[in-house]
């Protein structure tokens, strides 16, 4: 056989095999081909190559793994002072005036990540005397609510009051209230 022959040959076999990889596998296609092995008698007249369906473009390569973005730090985002909470933890009515008898909750929104962050409130009267101090220890990953609350039985005195909020022992908010006869 002449190179020219082989040459065709060659490339009708290789659009051959790729119009079967691109159809679904080599099983895709029938073997009807005569056996390049096998001698032939007489090499018939070269034929142009047929029009075989053009391989599809391979598929882009797979992205390779990001590092994962850098984890917000934990931080206090808002706080509400209110006489009652939902089930969400959320003050249902913010106010910073209160009754005697209320119980008065503090609702503080977090955000960011921190497998052990300590939130604690500290709430004072007047003359920076110590109501009540208390601090709840958080494993976030993302948005968080957290409750505080005080409460007297026998009511609260009439007076100016603030509660300051801290994470992980920093300062982070300062709220003022009032309790009215």
Same mark, same amino acid.
């Given at each position: 056989?002449?190179?020219?022959?082989?040459?065709?040959?060659?490339?009708?076999?290789?659009?051959?095999?790729?119009?079967? =990889?691109? =159809?679904?596998?080599?099983?895709?296609?029938?073997?009807?081909?005569?056996?390049?092995?096998?001698?032939? &008698?007489?090499?018939?007249?070269?034929?142009?190559?047929?029009? &075989?369906?053009?391989?599809?473009?391979?598929?882009?390569?797979?992205?390779?793994?990001?590092?994962?973005?850098?984890?917000?730090?934990?931080?206090?985002?808002?706080?509400?002072?209110?006489?009652?909470?939902?089930?969400?933890?959320?003050?249902?009515?913010?106010?910073?005036?209160?009754?005697?008898?209320?119980?008065?909750?503090?609702?503080?929104?977090?955000?960011?990540?921190?497998?052990?962050?300590?939130?604690?409130?500290?709430?004072?009267?007047?003359?920076?005397?110590?109501?009540?101090?208390?601090?709840?220890?958080?494993?976030?990953?993302?948005?968080?609510?957290?409750?505080?609350?005080?409460?007297?039985?026998?009511?609260?005195?009439?007076?100016?009051?603030?509660?300051?909020?801290?994470?992980?022992?920093?300062? &982070?908010?300062?709220?003022?209230?009032?309790?009215?006869?």
């Amino acid at each position: 056989m002449t190179r020219r022959i082989l040459r065709i040959r060659f490339r009708s076999l290789a659009l051959i095999l790729a119009a079967c =990889l691109t =159809l679904g596998g080599l099983g895709a296609c029938n073997n009807n081909e005569p056996s390049k092995s096998a001698p032939q &008698a007489a090499a018939p007249k070269p034929q142009p190559p047929a029009q &075989a369906a053009a391989p599809q473009a391979a598929a882009p390569p797979a992205a390779a793994p990001q590092a994962a973005a850098p984890q917000p730090a934990f931080r206090v985002t808002h706080v509400d002072l209110g006489n009652a909470i939902g089930p969400d933890k959320k003050v249902a009515a913010p106010s910073s005036t209160f009754r005697p008898n209320d119980t008065i909750y503090a609702s503080v929104l977090s955000e960011g990540v921190a497998p052990n962050a300590a939130l604690g409130v500290r709430w004072t009267y007047e003359d920076g005397q110590v109501v009540n101090e208390s601090t709840q220890s958080l494993a976030t990953t993302g948005p968080a609510v957290t409750e505080f609350h005080i409460a007297k039985p026998d009511g609260w005195p009439a007076g100016k009051y603030q509660v300051q909020v801290s994470a992980n022992g920093a300062p &982070a908010e300062t709220l003022q209230f009032t309790v009215t006869d």
